[in-house]
């Protein structure tokens, strides 16, 4: 599976669009990018997931460029509650390949008033 | 709809004592897993199990061993337990490119 790399930390105000970069740049023709992300130590949940065109469901949109390399988690309207750890995480499919996740440290989102 | 479910939520152990922690899932997927989670760090996959009646090492299988029960129940064995075994513990399951589902995690104390 693919390394990625995302910035430790991002601030953003509560009302505001929260943009979460995460770099990919070896991921293969198979490989998917998910998105989870953590709340106070909760077990993850699950956001989003893609594999070359974009995504929106109703917590975010996922953009993932034309390369497929880099990828941005969007949170329309950032509150509060989305203060947490968000992970980018390049997952492939196909035979031999047991779905594992195989998380980084992550973004810490920290959602101000 | 209880997702997964780990138990206990909370243990304190000796250093050498045994334990299992049980893990089970009501979504009827094929694929389990066990990770831990030490303060400020990610997620790290101990053993996980594609279907029932397989099993196979994660990244920091040392110490551990785990069950496949049946579909449902996947559970993570210490043995011996060393003070280095002391973190939050994860279950997840999956089928597919189905995402993950986590349980709320076993925080473990080895003294």
């Known amino acids: 599976d693919a390394k990625t790399t995302q910035p430790p930390s991002m601030d953003c105000a509560e009302g505001r669009a929260a943009n979460l970069p995460c770099n990919h740049s070896t991921i293969s023709g198979n490989e998917y990018v998910y998105w989870y992300r953590q709340i106070h130590s909760q077990g993850p949940q699950y956001i989003i997931h893609?594999?070359?065109n974009n995504e929106t469901n109703e917590m975010a949109s996922l953009i993932i460029t034309e390369d497929r390399k880099s990828s941005t988690l969007i949170l329309p309207h950032a509150t509060l509650r989305d203060t947490a750890v968000y992970y980018c995480i390049v997952r492939g499919y196909g035979s031999g390949n047991t779905g594992k996740l195989i998380f980084g440290q992550g973004t810490t989102l920290q959602v101000k008033p | 709809n209880a997702g997964v479910t780990q138990t206990p939520k909370f243990q304190v152990l000796k250093t050498g004592q045994s334990m299992t922690l049980q893990c089970a899932q009501d979504?009827?997927?094929?694929?389990m897993y066990w990770y831990r989670q030490d303060p400020g760090m990610g997620l790290r996959l101990i053993y996980y199990?594609?279907?029932?009646?397989?099993?196979d090492k994660g990244e920091v299988p040392n110490g551990y061993n785990v069950s496949r029960l049946n579909k449902r129940e996947f559970s993570l064995r210490l043995e011996s337990a060393a003070p280095s075994q002391t973190s939050v513990y994860f279950c997840a399951s999956s089928e597919g490119r189905v995402s993950q589902h986590f349980g709320d995690g076993t925080r473990l104390s080895i003294l």
């Open positions: 893609g594999l070359k």
């Open positions: 979504m009827n997927h094929n694929s």
């Open positions: 199990s594609a279907s029932e009646g397989t099993t």
